[in-house]
Nanobody, 115 residues
Framework: VQLVESGGGLVQPGGSLRLSCAAS????????MSWYRQAPGKERELVAT????????NIADSVKGRATISRDNAKNTVYLQMNSLKPEDTAVYYC?????????WGQGTQVTVSS
């Protein structure tokens, strides 16, 4: 069972990134999927959540209007599109899958917003 994030990197302020989270070893279509982030010296923060059927999404106030979470169950993948990036968006971004007592984390992908 594995979640693998990708798509992070160095981006200038105002830029965009699309993070991907691919699942292996299980089918994420029945899982509620979330993206979290953790900046140095700060607690892990929930960024966005999407229900298993993609019908409901929740976006944190800190990124509302700039972030979109989506999923492609056929590809066993979840995405986080981030636009108008700010230096304060710099963090390690983690993918999380939850279904009843089953919870899985990815290893994280670094996003650095800097000029």
């Amino acid at each position: 069972v594995q979640l693998v994030e990708s798509g992070g990197g160095l981006v200038q302020p105002g830029g965009s990134l699309r993070l991907s989270c691919a699942a292996s070893g299980f089918t994420l279509s029945s899982y509620r999927m979330s993206w979290y982030r953790q900046a140095p010296g700060k607690e892990r923060e929930l960024v966005a959540t999407i229900t298993s059927d993609g019908g409901i999404t929740n976006i944190a106030d800190s990124v509302k209007g700039r972030a979109t979470i989506s999923r492609d169950n056929a590809k066993n993948t979840v995405y986080l599109q981030m636009n108008s990036l700010k230096p304060e968006d710099t963090a390690v971004y983690y993918c999380h899958a939850a279904r009843y007592t089953y919870k899985y984390w990815g290893q994280g992908t670094q996003v650095t917003v800097s000029s």
